[in-house]
């Protein structure tokens, strides 16, 4: 079972930036795709952005030009730097893994909110 630790989130204003962390650990084999997911208040968790061991990234278009994923493969990480924030965008953010062909558990996930 691969564990998952997100970190970074908070209070920002829009127009505003944050730097999201999730570090990966336990039974880690070869971690194929690593992806940031995200839940808004009263909405389904949606996929936000994702990124592969070779360092391709798919996004959901709501993003574009503002997120940029990245990962760490040896440090078994994956980051999301989110810029020019706007309200929509507060929601809980999950990171999510996936090895051996399947996903993993989720982690316990990271509040952003974004407000004036």
């Known amino acids: 079972q691969v564990q998952l630790v997100e970190s970074g989130g908070g209070l920002v204003q829009p127009g505003g930036s944050l730097r999201l962390s999730c570090a990966a650990s336990g039974s880690i084999y070869s971690i194929n795709v690593m992806a940031w997911y995200r839940q808004g208040p009263g909405k389904e968790r949606e996929l936000v952005e994702t990124i592969s061991t070779g360092g391709n990234t798919n996004y959901v278009d709501s993003v574009k030009g503002r997120f940029t994923i990245s990962r760490d493969n040896a440090k078994n990480t994956v980051y999301l730097q989110m810029n020019s924030l706007k309200p929509e965008d507060t929601a809980v953010y999950y990171c999510?893994?996936?090895?051996?062909?399947?996903?993993?558990?989720w982690g316990q996930g990271t509040q952003v909110t974004v407000t004036s």
């Open positions: 999510n893994t996936r090895q051996l062909g399947m996903w993993g558990s």
